[in-house]
């Protein structure tokens, strides 16, 4: 989704009047990105016509700069789709709140029972139990205790030869006396839905009451996770919607039509196999997302996490203001090394899945630390203005850094790249008074 949108913003963008045929041809081309990456058809349509309506409209039409009220719109109109603000997890006042973890086999279930857990404790300061009812997969009551251990976190079982709804019945029991807060229940998937797994899911949920009922889904599945989604919220009447494997190379429209077919919000996404690897759902960043804007605010809320506040804000007015030199890269790279593994980031820089090299680069560490060696080979005003890098300086810089040539041209083109993406992404959060929304 997210390239063929991008080449069409980045054309739209381009532009400096439109008329109706230009809106058309907009809409078409946003259209079929749409349903290559897997949206539900009848949720492009509904799409296609609200936007249709805006563009056309005094709105964008008037506007002295069109391509980025269209882009406007369709980001708005996107946030919408996928939910509007997102949403809060629930707290029972009769505790423990009890959330229910549902889903097909294989797509993270369990893995996200202990992704949550430790986010509940760890932003939440709760006592969660992690409670294990899927006695059907081999080893399933093992991963959850393997991840309990890794959690220091109770998990709570009777085995296999128990059946659900009572490894539910005395897991509560079980909370009540240990004063837990929260109570998430591990459930078996299929491979396909039957009627026997959602019998047995219905009795766990008539005993146990639950808070939430989070159907678990892979994004990877596209189109099949809208409709699994779609039967199990038939059945059981879900609460939320986490969507994980995100991290991968998904198409993103399962989590553009979800919403809008199952009226379930998307909750979490999993970004990852380890257990801090869980985040909430933004249906604006993963709008901007999309848009290729690249989501930098939850870099930057990563960014806060780990380095100053006061840096990061001085490294937001350089990007807005395009006075981000080789020093302040050379300082960012600092600073993203601090903040985990640099793939997890990558995917969040702005059109950092356009540019190649950034891409190579930024994976291998020791690059990194050729990278460095560069810049600091620099001088003050060869860094602040690298387009007065001559050859002859270049074989300096080389020379001085222990690199070559070509890796000094490498990095110079990166950067420019780099600082074209940032005033792309300026100009389109130009005008929004939220800017980069610094809360
Ligand atoms: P379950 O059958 O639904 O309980 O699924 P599991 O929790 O056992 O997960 C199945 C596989 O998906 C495991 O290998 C997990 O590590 C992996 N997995 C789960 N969530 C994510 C995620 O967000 N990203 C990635 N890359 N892998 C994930
Ligand atoms: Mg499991």
Redesign the pocket.
Known sequence: LADRLQNTMAKIRGKGKVNEADVKEMMREVRLALLEADVNFKVVKDFIKRVSERAVGQEVMKSLTPGQQVIKVVKEELTELMGGEQSQIAVSNRPPTVIM?V?????????????LANLLRKKHNRSPLLVAA?IY?PA?IK?LETLGKQLSMPVFSLGDKVSPVEIAKQALEFAKKEHHDYVLI?TA?RLHIDEELMGELKDVKELSKPDEIFL?V??MTGQDAVNVADSFNEQLGLTGVVL?????DTRGGAALSIRSVTNTPIKF?????KLD??EAFHPERMASRILGMGDVLTLIEKAQANVDAEKVKELEQKMRTQSFTLDDFLDQLGQVRNMGPLEDLLGMLPGANKIKGLKNMQVDEKQIGHVEAIIRSMTKVEKEQPEIINASRKKRIAKGSGTSVQEVNRLIKQFDDMKKMMKQMTNMTKGKKKGLGMK
């Open positions: 973890m889903g097909l086999q294989g797509a993270g279930k369990t893995t996200t029972t202990g992704k899927d997969r399933a991963q591990d998937g678990v892979d994004a994980t494997k995100l991290d991968g996404i999993g970004l990852g196999e690897a869980l």
